[in-house]
């Protein structure tokens, strides 16, 4: 950790207690200014079915959706007839032949940058077995010591990143100790040719799968760093190098997200690689456009539906933001199989949406209590002490995760209403506590706007739901390890709120409010906005390293399943994309709309 970090100690990231957990019937503690709707008198003037008029309301005067519903209805595809998928079937063998080939499965080297090239261009998931395979017999030889960093009797620093990343990708643990033999040469690296620069961004690109206490990585991540800058400036450059150095500097590979840059790397680097395989190329583009197809389906039925529940015209206030909401879904598993995970997703993030609004933007702190209070009673019979427009988003919620739990009842006989439920209210009471430090100016320290805030970004709500929707086999007992908030999901929910806090600050100061993490670090140390956004930064880097500490340890779990903790690690990739130039997710031109034609538009 460098000396940036020195601003404050990271208490914030220690299993601490995870707020605001009801763990054996233990009243949930907020902060002192609090009052819970149930115990408050309200000074609502609204009645029944109405609400005062005279109230001045807040306005965010977001803009109207640029995805219209009769242009989503108009997407057509010309990849789901037979040829096209026969066409990719006859593709898929011919690289299983390839992965099956004796020569690939006996290089070490040969068959980690295939089995690389497959997770760039995003047909990974086709070869699971196969890939399975290689790595096994890869690890088993590094753990036995036939092969291990030889690699043929040729130690390199790119073929150990390669090998280090990889298999931590697939949850083989290999000790940061295989980098101690090259400190010098990350240190004092003095060639500034394409084979060196080669070896430099693969180490770099390794270094992000460090965890907790493998601090050596983010030491000489540095040196890295300072090498492979240096080489873009140098004039004998190699061009396809030099666009995969400039894209590994802005984000690095584990940080993103997997469709999207499988997208990116089909178009800027495959295309033009020299010796690219061409049934590689061929399948890529091929499966992209097909499941572009699946997706386009997805959004119009999932469009069909926030047609029909009028939240869009009713609640002028909130974001009508469906085509950003499908996007985060399509982020968190993009897969053909996971059309439920996609749909029932981008349902749940739209009322995210929509309910974030109304606490944000619109509704008065009386108002806001009593929805906190209809949702944890999650009593249809709630709402006639609701205003009108709260009746609308109160019943949208009810119906529609309910109908998610039928679903789960029905398929895995499971009632899932209590978890799906402590989520909401956990979420409503989060945003009922940062309404309550907006209508007060209250200004919290960082510790306590983060406890509260990696809750209200609702990361902790999707991955739940998320849970439910692609389960093969629901349990109560992973539910409850679930609404307890373990510090997996904790984790990505950190990653998730501060890259939001990084993009959003501008705008949320400008409609008054007071917490945003970067804010509160300003107000608790006096350090300028440059030093809190750096040390926000750092911040992300570090809960990644807890991140990766945590997936290694629930991969030997069968609590939950490897294809579940990948949407856990999909929901901090995405973050990053939304998030990374502005606020993606309310702003929906700009890279935002180069991202949605790019992924759900134009064929590749």
Not at 175 to 180: A, I, L, R, S
């Amino acid at each position: 950790m460098n000396m940036r970090m020195s601003l404050l100690q990271l208490p914030l990231l220690s299993p601490i207690s995870c707020f605001p957990s009801t763990q054996n019937n233990i009243p949930i503690s907020y902060p002192k200014f609090y009052v819970s709707s149930h115990m408050a008198k309200s000074s609502t003037n609204y009645v029944r079915n109405g609400y005062d008029d005279s109230v001045v309301r807040r306005s965010a005067n977001y803009r109207s959706p640029i995805w219209k519903y009769e242009f989503v209805q108009s997407l057509t595809s010309e990849f789901m007839d037979d040829r096209c998928l026969n066409r990719r079937e006859m593709q898929i063998k011919r690289v299983k032949m390839m992965l099956n080939k004796e020569p690939l499965v006996g290089d070490s080297l040969k068959g980690l940058e295939v089995v690389d090239e497959l997770q760039r261009l995003g047909i990974s998931y086709h070869f699971q077995m196969e890939i399975n395979q290689m790595l096994e017999i890869i690890n088993e030889r590094f753990n036995n010591g036939e092969e291990g960093l030889e690699w043929n009797n040729n130690k390199s620093l790119y073929a150990t990143s390669l090998h280090f990343r990889i298999l931590r990708q697939h949850g083989y643990h290999i000790p940061q100790d295989v980098f101690k033999q090259f400190k010098n040469e990350i240190e004092n690296l003095t060639c500034n040719c394409k084979d060196k620069a080669k070896e430099m961004l693969s180490f770099y690109e390794a270094s992000f799968l460090a965890m907790e206490d493998e601090s050596f990585m983010d030491e000489q991540r540095q040196f890295a760093i300072q090498h492979l800058s240096k080489y873009l400036k140098s004039n004998n450059n190699d061009q396809i190098i030099c666009t995969k150095i400039r894209h590994a500097l802005q984000l690095p590979f584990h940080w993103r997200m997997p469709i999207l840059e499988a997208r990116w790397f089909i178009d800027n680097v495959y295309r033009t690689k020299p010796n690219s395989k061409s049934v590689l190329l061929d399948l890529a583009k091929l499966d992209f456009n097909i499941v572009q197809s699946i997706h386009q389906d997805d959004l119009k039925d999932v469009s069909r539906w926030w047609k029909s529940t009028g939240l869009g015209e009713k609640l002028e206030f909130a974001r009508d933001r469906l085509m950003a909401n499908f996007f985060w879904s399509v982020g968190m598993g993009c897969e053909p199989h996971l059309q439920y995970l996609r749909t029932m997703s981008t349902k749940t993030a739209s009322l995210i949406t929509i309910v974030d609004d109304v606490y944000d933007v619109y509704g008065t702190y009386d108002e806001l209590q009593l929805f906190t209070d209809a949702v944890e009673r999650w009593d249809i019979g709630a709402i006639d002490s609701l205003p009108n427009y709260m009746q609308i988003c109160f019943i949208a919620l009810h119906n529609t995760i309910n109908d998610m739990a039928f679903d789960a009842i029905k398929d895995h006989g499971v009632n899932v209403i209590p978890y799906l439920r402590k989520m909401w209210t956990d979420l409503c009471k989060t945003f009922l506590i940062e309404a309550k430090w907006y209508y007060t100016n209250y200004k919290p320290t960082f510790e306590e706007y983060l406890e509260n805030a990696w809750i209200s970004v609702s990361g902790s709500l999707l991955l739940v739901h998320a849970y439910v929707f692609t389960s093969k086999s629901l349990t109560t007992e992973a539910l409850e390890c679930l609404q307890d908030y373990p510090n997996i999901i904790r984790y990505s929910s950190i990653i998730f709120r501060l890259t939001n806090d990084l993009a959003s600050l501008s705008e949320e100061a400008k409609r008054g409010e007071v917490a945003n993490s970067i804010q509160c670090l300003m107000n608790d140390t006096g350090a300028s906005e440059q030093e809190a956004r750096l040390y926000i930064e750092d911040l992300i880097v570090e809960s990644w390293k807890k991140l990766n500490d945590e997936v290694q340890t629930w991969n030997n779990s069968p609590l939950l399943s490897k294809g579940f903790i990948e949407i856990v690690l999909n929901l901090a990739r995405i973050s990053h994309t939304v998030y990374e130039h502005r606020d993606g997710h309310t702003v929906e031109d700009h890279e935002s709309k180069d991202r949605v034609l790019s992924l759900f538009i134009k064929s590749a």
